[in-house]
């Protein structure tokens, strides 16, 4: 290992420990710490961005214009000039053509991902869950493949029902009937149930986070 | 752009054009943003505000980081070990960080919302799982046991798969609320 390993190891290390004295409250360190964190992505942001898609996108192309239609490396120019205006002012209208374009990609982009990568499939499994194949062993109903079956179908349908229930009972503050009550109850324990293995998936591994950040801090002590 | 993904095969060229200029136009956006961040903390510097030592900070960080990165090369085996060697630690720290405040965030849960059905589930559920998660409790043996487990760790599907239509149907809901101009109408 050379002097300038050893050098950067150290300089992890002691950003490492200053994260860490947010234990002892929001200390100077801490703050240090995270103001190197964002000043170091930003530029290393503003690096790749610049490097790996200005340059080979918009100046690249440029240069090879016989190439290329001229027109449409014009309209790539100006796509990437528009939003420039926005440093001088925020509410520039003319940044804001290419950014309601990119509005108008990205809303696009949202509805065929949603419908098509989360709706879709979700309520396909649902219905998948329905499978008659599913629901018979050899002849025979497959009991716990109907439970789950209809426990699926059951728990989606509260948990829907937990959030909108409580955003009209928000609204109206109307004494709803119990049953409605009850539903809502037995989709908050789904919500729950979900919740709490999330939070455990989380904690588990921020817990071999700081397993590996012991055994980093044991390996320097080691090291010398 | 919404036919354009409905009708892939004929507009495939068309969608590829407009993806590009998409994510130009987003880069170009974040170069703009992370120069005003840049520019509001040398502001700061200047005018000595509160905490401008905290601007300092990130300001040397990021010329530092922009400077080396753009006189060595962004491929640098040398400049990617030291970015590697500052921003990795400072992660890991973080995420280990997240084990200590999520500790003390679901003790909270309970004295904040106090005990319903949902902090109830919430707390069970976590026990349940970071007992299950433990791998202590095998029943290679017992098929009726080893079902019942195996049922249990399906159940977070439910909620999640119910949570997920409500998200993709809020989302969607939105979407289209933009695209027609009703967003802008309420704010």
Sequence with gaps: MNNLDLLLLLAGLVLSLMVFSYLLGDTLL??????????????FTVLVLVQKVIMPMVITPLTTFPKSSVW???????????????IFKKSSRVAGISLGFLGGVVTAALIVGVSRGTLVPQLLSIVD????????????????????????????????????HRKTKQK????????????????????????????VGLFSTGLVALIAYVQYLVDFVRLW | MLAAFFF?????????????????????????????????????????????????????????????????GLDDPAYLAGIRA?????ENALMALVALVLMSAA???????????????????????????????????????SQVVSMIQRLPIVGARGLLIGVALGALLMALRVLFGQEVERE
Excluded at chain 1, 72 to 86: G, N
Excluded at chain 1, 176 to 189: M, V
Excluded at chain 2, 45 to 58: A, E, N, P, T
Excluded at chain 2, 86 to 90: E, G, M, T
């Design chain 1, 30 to 43: 801490f703050g240090i710490a995270m103001y190197t964190l964002v000043g170091a992505t930003a530029g």
């Design chain 1, 72 to 86: 449409l490396e014009l309209a790539t120019l100006l796509a990437a000039l528009l939003p420039i205006f926005m």
């Design chain 1, 129 to 164: 869950a329905f499978d008659p194949s599913r629901m018979t062993t050899a002849g025979l109903p497959n009991w716990s493949g109907i439970f789950e079956a209809f426990m699926m179908l059951a728990g989606v349908l509260a948990v829907l029902f937990a959030f909108h």
């Design chain 1, 172 to 199: 109206q503050d109307s004494l709803a009937p119990s049953w409605l009550d009850g539903l809502t109850g037995f989709g908050q324990i789904f919500i729950g149930i979900t919740f709490g293995a999330i939070f």
């Design chain 2, 8 to 72: 892939q095969p004929y507009t495939a060229p068309y969608l590829g054009l407009v993806l590009n200029w998409a994510i130009i136009v987003s880069s170009v956006a974040l170069l703009v943003a992370i120069a005003s961040l840049v520019v509001i903390h040398i502001r700061f510097i200047v005018k000595g505000r509160k905490g401008f030592l905290y601007s300092i900070v990130l300001v040397v960080a990021f010329l530092v980081t922009l400077g080396l990165g753009w006189y060595s």
């Design chain 2, 86 to 90: 500052i921003l990795v630690p400072l």
């Design chain 2, 107 to 145: 003790v909270k849960i309970f004295r904040v919302r106090g005990w319903s059905i949902l902090t109830v589930s919430f707390g069970l559920s976590a026990l349940v799982f970071l007992f299950l998660n433990l791998g202590f409790l095998r029943f290679e043996g017992n098929p009726g046991m």
